[in-house]
């Protein structure tokens, strides 16, 4: 009797837990609350039904109730980092922001987390104490540095204390990689701007003010001027050469010169080696009789950058595009072996194998 008692009283449980999970789930956390309270027995810890219950009332914005569930959860679970997580940003929301950073510390304790670290950064801000928030940040950088809301976040402060060269140094990693960027290259600007280099500061953040809106020919313009000033920006060349390729300038007399001038200017930085070459590669890819150069350009861009996958398919459709049937199997296959299955870039190259195949037999057969 004992045992089918406990059973059912098991099944109850799972039921109604199950029941409340659906009612969070579609926002109807009071109902989902109330339903998981009727299971809290006292002296009793369910983790499950805890845990359910912490997360409703994080969702109904009621995050006292929220952080002491997430207490008792991380004293019955305490190598749970989680239930840390959740009392760390429980806090946050209460604007108790000591308490937020002593739970979000207790976490790095256990794993260095980036995420949590820029959130004790932000918590050490909102208590307007910004060498600590920046030590966070800077510390979040070192494990993610293209984490762009962190880097923003961080140049702010060294703009505030009028550290325009620390903000200028910490951008230009980041920007090397991402020279566009919209939110980092107008913050370094600014930063040029107040360290007194006024001109330049001015054209490079119209002209990147101007690409963003769409503007290309006033960002030409201005990205250009920018240019007379300072010539030893590498950035500033691959910009150039890119806002005139989405302006179709021509590629030999206007595009091409621009990335000549990066090219030669830059170090061996693998990202932005590939960038330029995957320019040149486009570049060759719309004349469509220059097949061979962008063949070329694409398998350094690939050789420097073997994340960029596409560049393996496009290869193979210049050798077709040349009927050198063999190679251009050779490199759909490469790139069957490393594409995902399903998307658009694999679907494309399965149905051109099927063609080169029969190309190949007819070769076979005359």
Same mark, same amino acid.
């Given at each position: 009797? $004992? ?46 039904? @805890? ?21 008792? *959860? ?15 940003? $429980?806090? +946050? ?14 976490? @790095? ?21 910004? =060498? ?10 070192? *494990? ?69 809106? *769409? ?6 313009? %201005? ?9 030893? =920006?590498?950035?500033?060349? +691959? $910009? ?13 007399? %206007? ?36 097949w061979d150069n962008a063949i070329e350009h694409y398998?350094? $861009? ?16 210049? +050798? ?26 694999? %679907? ?19």
């Amino acid at each position: 009797m $004992a045992c089918s008692q406990f059973w059912a009283q098991t099944t109850h449980r799972d039921s109604v837990l199950a029941e409340a999970r659906y009612l969070k789930n579609i926002y109807r956390t009071d109902d989902a609350i109330e339903k998981l309270s009727a299971l809290v027995q006292p002296g009793a810890m369910d983790e499950g039904v @805890l845990a359910e219950l912490a997360d409703c009332h994080f969702q109904n914005g009621a995050y006292e109730d929220a952080f002491g569930t997430y207490f008792m *959860l991380s004293s019955l679970a305490q190598d749970n980092i989680l239930y840390k997580i959740r009392m760390m940003q $429980a806090s +946050y929301r209460m604007k108790d922001y000591p308490l937020s950073i002593q739970a979000g510390q207790a976490v @790095l304790q256990r794993d260095s987390i980036p995420a949590v670290i820029s959130f004790v950064g932000d918590a050490f801000k909102q208590m307007a104490k910004p =060498d600590s928030a920046l030590w966070y940040y800077r510390k979040s950088l070192a *494990l993610k540095p293209m984490n762009e809301s962190v880097l923003s976040k961080a140049m702010g402060i060294l703009l505030d204390s009028e550290n325009y060269d620390g903000a200028i140094a910490l951008s230009e990693p980041f920007l090397t990689e991402d020279p566009d960027n919209m939110t980092i290259a107008p913050l370094q600007g600014v930063a040029y701007f107040r360290k007194g280099e006024y001109e330049n500061s001015i054209h490079y953040y119209l002209g990147q003010s101007s690409w963003h809106d *769409l503007v290309i020919y006033k960002a030409e313009q %201005e990205l250009v001027a920018a240019w007379q000033i300072d010539s030893s =920006d590498v950035g500033l060349a +691959y $910009a150039i050469a890119a806002v005139k390729a989405e302006a179709f300038r021509s590629f030999d007399k %206007e595009v091409r010169p621009w990335l000549d001038k990066a090219l030669k200017m830059l170090e061996p930085d693998p990202a932005m080696m590939s960038r330029i070459h995957q320019q040149y590669g486009l570049g060759y890819y719309k004349k469509q009789n220059s097949w061979d150069n962008a063949i070329e350009h694409y398998k350094e $861009a690939y050789r420097y950058n073997p994340k960029f996958i596409s560049a393996l398919s496009t290869i193979a459709y210049c +050798y077709q595009m040349k009927k050198d049937y063999k190679q251009a199997m050779e490199w759909y296959e490469k790139y069957l072996k490393v594409a995902s299955p399903g998307s658009k870039g694999y %679907e494309f190259a399965v149905d051109n194998v099927k063609y080169l195949k029969g190309e190949l037999f007819m070769e076979d057969k005359l």
